[in-house]
DNA sequence: TTGTGTTTTATTGCCTCC
DNA sequence: GGAGGCAATAAAACACAA
């Protein structure tokens, strides 16, 4: 590969005496299939000092027109090698070129190469270069797109999030006036054994689990996820009125194995999953045979608030 | 004019493919 | 093993504000 570089370099240096001696300027793009070159004698620009701008000077009609100034050759030649920027020209034609097809294959580069007048290594160069800045501004563009897809998205899931917090706290409100509601009825019944049939109870114990599955209900709505569940469209399930109203059983849908289902879930859960009250007790597990709340450590809401 | 930032040309080293 | 591509980089050329 080093062999390459220094063949390459050589070559450079060795180029343009090469081509300057051989060829007359004009030829070099008489040659070549592109009409864009077929006027223009600029091979080199150079930056212009005293203009501070690059001037369209062009090397070889300086040479042309002092064919006899050996010495303007040798001062060119024993200058060390400088970088030279194509010509306008010259990039409009590469890069028509580059559009048509952005790999070059070795024919073309060499036909290239002709009809520029360069090495092929240069066009070689200028195509690699190109890539990269083709690259570059590619990237730009699909972060660009990324960020703003990035953007939509979580505006949409920020929207989520309130929505969720909307319906949390309904949810944590309406849990809090059922609690409070059960609390000031239940002194009142003072339900005893004698007073109470076993039906009865069985009636209590049913509606009250059947609260439960309907809190469990919408805990696994909001779990899902699903924008369907989070429109409040079924936020009234809770609701006082509502036909599946934990106080409204209708038990008239339930076989004595669905009820004998539900009785055996009786247990009270364990006394962390209860919400501290706001008189700082928690409320009595025995007292009512169902939690109708969210438990404290609900992960349900874990998973909505990460 | 000069300092500074950007663009362009070219090199180097590494990698892959045939 | 040679040819060619790519990433990183150097350095010249260029643009532009102060």
């Not at 699909?142 to 319906?167: C, I, M, P, R, T």
Request: aromatic residues 10%; hydrophobic residues 30%; contains cysteine.
């Amino acid at each position: 590969m080093a062999a390459r570089r220094v063949v390459y370099a050589a070559s450079v240096a060795g180029s343009n005496s090469n081509t300057v001696l051989l060829q007359s300027p004009n030829s070099l793009f008489l040659s070549g299939s592109s009409p864009s070159f077929l006027g223009s004698s600029s091979m080199v620009s150079f930056k212009d000092g005293n203009l501070g701008k690059r001037s369209e000077r062009s090397f070889f009609c300086s040479f042309d027109q002092e064919d006899n100034e050996d010495d303007e050759l040798d001062e060119y030649f024993q200058q060390p090698e400088k970088k030279r920027r194509l010509t306008p020209d010259q990039v409009q034609f590469l890069e028509r070129n580059f559009e048509a097809d952005n790999k070059l294959e070795p024919e073309r580069k060499i036909q290239l190469a002709k009809d520029l007048g360069l090495q092929p290594r240069q066009v070689a160069i200028w195509f690699q270069n190109r890539r990269a800045r083709w690259k570059t501004k590619h990237l730009e563009k699909d972060y660009e797109a990324l960020q703003a897809s990035y953007n939509s998205l979580k505006a949409d899931y920020d929207g989520l999030v309130k929505e969720k917090d909307k319906l949390k706290a309904k949810v944590l409100h309406l849990t809090d006036e059922l609690l409070t509601k059960n609390q000031s009825e239940a002194p009142l019944q003072e339900l005893t054994a004698d007073s109470v049939s076993e039906d009865e109870v069985s009636k209590i114990s049913i509606a009250a689990c059947k609260q439960d599955d309907l809190t469990s209900a919408k805990s696994d709505e909001l779990d899902s996820g699903s924008p369907c569940h989070l429109d409040g469209s079924h936020s009234s399930l809770l609701e006082p009125g509502d036909s599946s109203y934990v106080f409204e059983p209708d038990q008239s849908d339930l076989s004595q194995d669905e009820e004998d289902h539900f009785c055996k879930n009786l247990l009270p859960p364990p006394a962390y999953l209860y919400p501290k009250i706001d008189d700082g007790g928690y409320p009595d597990p025995s007292a009512n045979s169902c939690y109708f709340g969210f438990p404290v450590e609900d992960h349900t809401f874990e998973f909505w608030s990460n």
